[in-house]
């Protein structure tokens, strides 16, 4: 259980172009999903708390235009990178939060590896 | 923002041998987890530890939730190549409602045969 699905899992653009990533929680339901942002031999750094049906919490340093997040239903999050550039290139994982019965550690997904050129 | 102290950074040791990491914050937490990080892909929860003093195992790995509730060690006995990846505790402080984790630097483990 807990399965946490991200997709693409690599993706290679120009820079310029916006990308959007997705999140799903395949066998539960996650009020809570959290986008984070790491580097080559660093910790997860949290970017945005998404709640769904409400706008996105952002952590401070975090451009909200640059990094839209969309939380529409239980199941979906998505980011999206706004004309992106070669400085936004990193590894982005999302997480979410099962809510029912009790408190629910965070899960994770295997990560989009962006690059942009 | 939260400190997480994670410590060692890195470990080098032979196959069979115990491992043992800690973490420390400067801050109470309520819950203490640990996750392996394999490359490329994103962290794996291996012990969720909810209450002061706790003592949880799975399989080889051993975790403790700290007296003080500001630290845990997890100990992973006879190690074996698979057990390589980066290791990061993470915490949840006792105001948090949604969960928002605080992590430490990870400990990058290497196993030799």
């Known amino acids: 259980g807990a399965v946490v699905s991200q997709h693409p899992s690599w993706v290679i653009c120009k820079s310029g172009t916006s990308v959007k990533i997705e999140c799903r929680s395949l066998d539960f339901q996650a009020t809570t999903m959290f986008w984070y942002r790491q580097f080559p031999k660093q910790s997860l750094m949290l970017m945005a708390t998404?709640?769904?049906?409400?706008?996105?919490?952002?952590e401070q340093g975090v451009e909200k235009d640059k990094f839209l997040i969309n939380h529409a239903s239980l199941t979906l999050s998505t980011l999206t990178v706004t004309s992106a550039h070669p400085e936004d290139s990193s590894f982005y994982i999302c997480?979410?939060?099962?809510?029912?019965?009790?408190?629910?550690?965070?899960?994770f997904g295997d990560g989009t590896r962006l690059s942009i050129l | 923002g939260q400190q997480l102290n994670q410590s060692p950074q890195s470990m080098f040791i032979q196959e069979g041998e115990d491992v043992s990491m800690n973490c420390t914050s400067s801050s109470i937490f309520n819950t203490w987890l640990w996750y392996k990080q394999d490359p490329g892909e994103g962290p794996v929860l291996l012990i969720a530890?909810?209450?002061?003093?706790e003592l949880t195992s799975n399989g080889r790995l051993t975790a403790q939730f700290g007296i003080t509730r500001k630290d845990s060690f997890l100990n992973i006995s006879a190690s074996i190549p698979s057990d390589v990846g980066i290791y990061f505790c993470?915490?949840?402080?006792?105001?948090?409602?949604?969960?928002?984790?605080?992590f430490g630097r990870g400990t990058q483990l290497t196993v030799w045969p």
């Open positions: 998404s709640n769904e049906g409400s706008k996105a919490t952002y």
């Open positions: 997480s979410a939060r099962d809510h029912a019965g009790g408190f629910q550690p965070q899960h």
């Open positions: 530890l909810y209450k002061a003093g």
């Open positions: 993470a915490g949840i402080d006792r105001g948090s409602t949604l969960g928002r984790l605080y």
